[in-house]
């Protein structure tokens, strides 16, 4: 079956513009996750949905950066007034959350975003 | 602040040589550890986990070694093969907090 997808795959944006970063999870996942990876950094974590709420917002590092999550499937992370620092890659990951079991994140090919 | 320690930053090891990869933590609620797989170009992929209930998990070539009162974990893989380069991440989780806290990642090329 189809794995989880991001687009785009790749983003050049110019400092100071607006960019939005697109999850299509696994058909059926309730946990989505965004996590941020920068060169020599591993993965950073940035938000968690579970359905279409975010009760884990702690990873996000300004308030330039936000995220939301309609119908319980598509997620779209948000980013304003990009700056340099921003540029890294966007992951997306989605899990099934059964009660009581451990659950396994599936990541998306990520997103690549360079601010010049 | 790095809650995972992940050591070294690069392997490299000839095929058929034995891998192994290092992860120190710090946060005593950890109580899951999965090892993840990443390929150029794609997302980490789950290669196998352990809870500290256990000291060893072995899963064909991958074996992971833990050791709770040190609170260190490492990845073994046994037999390294050409199609084993990647890099690796170790993570840790903590209860019904599911996001994961990871390690910077080791780079392994294994050479013919």
């Not at chain 1, 400092?15 to 950094?41: F, N």
């Not at chain 1, 119908?71 to 921003?86: F, K, M």
């Not at chain 2, 058929?16 to 797989?37: K, V």
């Not at chain 2, 991440?89 to 019904?96: D, I, R």
């Amino acid at each position: 079956g189809a794995g989880v997808s991001q687009s785009p795959s790749n983003k050049v944006t110019e400092k100071g513009k607006d960019v939005e970063l697109r999850c299509d999870p696994i058909s059926g996942h309730t946990a989505l996750y965004w996590y941020r990876q920068s060169l020599g950094q591993g993965l950073e974590f940035l938000i968690y949905f579970q359905g279409n709420s975010a009760p884990d917002k702690s990873g996000l590092p300004s308030d330039r950066f936000s995220a939301e999550r309609t119908g319980g499937s598509v997620s779209t992370l948000t980013i304003q007034r990009t700056q340099q620092e921003d540029s890294a890659v966007y992951l997306c990951a989605s899990s099934l959350r059964v009660r009581g079991m451990r659950e396994t994140q599936y990541f998306g090919p990520g997103t690549r975003l360079l601010v010049l | 602040q790095q809650q995972v320690k992940q050591s070294p930053q690069s392997l490299i090891v000839q095929k058929g040589g034995i891998s192994i990869i290092n992860c120190a933590y710090e946060n005593t609620a950890f109580d899951y550890f999965p090892w993840y797989q990443q390929f150029p170009g794609k997302g980490p992929a789950l290669l196998i986990a352990i809870r500290p209930d256990v000291s060893e998990k072995k899963e064909g070539r991958f074996t992971i070694s833990f050791n709770k009162s040190a609170k260190q974990f490492s990845l073994h893989i046994m037999d390294s093969q050409p199609g084993d380069s990647a890099t690796y991440f170790c993570a840790a989780t903590a209860g019904t907090a599911s996001k994961l806290t990871f390690g910077t990642g080791t780079r392994l090329q294994v050479t013919l």
